[in-house]
């Protein structure tokens, strides 16, 4: 079951539309060049949870591409309109998704396109759905990961802001074939890197790496993620770990990263707002850390990830 809402000014909480009907005009820009920015959040009994993170980044994308797309309290009428509307039609819809994750689970995506060519108005739509199962079983048993290069160095988001390096854009289809690329070679996921060897993000993830331990075996409780001046997309769900993290006595640390950074680690996940914290078994073949470590920071950190859920 699919709840779409389109943003409308003559609704302005939102107009529902047919997810099995036709919605959207094939000359809008979103579908002829991927330009639109989107975001996915997840809902739990109904309530979208880091909703203002999701929104000010939805901003910030959509500032970075110069596109003009409604404002933060026409998507919350809409959200509302759209999680309601998924709660009254699709009860039976959640009964599998609920038994294999969290209970009440739902993904809601803000799509916003630049519109049909020559109408200088963006399109934009609230769409809810369920969560695939398989995210859960990526929590629960772990990813092997590959190494891919992204194809250019860590400095080039600030040479070259029209790449749009920073921003969460509807052009996947990169992102889509690394992941289809890793599944070929009997991969789960890919984590990319630069021309200049450092560690970047994941096709649909940040990543995230700890320490137990110094150099000289002291102990330490120690998160590291990459630095956003890569060019990398800004994690939510990785932004209110680490605050979590922090509460909870772990130093904090952020990039540079490096391949060998990873494999020298206790353990490594990739994160996101659907799949929350996935533990990394392995990258390239090469074991991280040990399956125990593995386990009890996995859970350690999905408990301090939870609070903020």
């Excluded at 939805?58 to 970075?64: E, N, R």
Aim: glycine share 8%; hydrophobic share 50%.
């Amino acid at each position: 079951m699919t709840v779409l809402v389109f943003l409308d000014p003559a609704h302005p909480a939102g107009r529902l539309a047919d997810a099995a009907s036709p919605a959207i005009l094939a000359t809008d820009q979103g579908v002829t060049r991927g330009d639109g920015v989107f975001e996915s959040m997840l809902a739990i009994n109904g309530v979208p949870r880091k909703i203002q993170a999701h929104l000010d980044r939805l901003a910030v994308s959509a500032q970075i591409m110069d596109l003009a797309i409604p404002a933060a309290d026409l998507w919350q009428g809409a959200i509302t309109t759209a999680l309601t509307a998924y709660a009254d039609t699709s009860p039976q819809a959640s009964d599998a998704v609920a038994s294999a994750l969290a209970e009440d689970q739902c993904v809601v995506r803000l799509i916003a396109t630049r519109g049909p060519e020559g109408a200088n108005a963006p399109t934009a739509w609230v769409q809810v759905s369920a969560v695939s199962p398989a995210l859960a079983e990526q929590r629960a048993k772990g990813l092997d990961v590959l190494l891919l290069d992204r194809g250019y160095d860590s400095d080039l988001a600030a040479r070259a802001p029209w790449l749009l390096m920073g921003a969460k854009t509807l052009s996947y289809a990169v992102n889509m074939a690394a992941l289809r690329h890793a599944h070929k070679l009997g991969a789960d996921d890919v984590i990319f890197t630069s021309g200049d060897s450092l560690v970047l993000e994941g096709p649909t993830s940040s990543v995230l790496l700890a320490h137990i331990s110094d150099d000289s075996g002291v102990p330490v409780k120690r998160l590291i993620t990459p630095h956003l001046d890569t060019g990398i997309l800004p994690g939510t769900t990785q932004g209110a770990l680490f605050a979590a993290a922090k509460a909870a006595g772990w130093e904090l640390g952020y990039g540079p990263v490096t391949p060998a950074d990873l494999l020298d680690a206790d353990a490594v996940w990739l994160i996101s707002s659907m799949r929350l914290l996935a533990p990394v078994n392995t990258i390239d073949g090469a074991e991280i850390g040990t399956r125990d470590i593995r386990e009890r920071l996995s859970a350690e950190l999905s408990a301090l990830l939870a609070q903020t859920l």
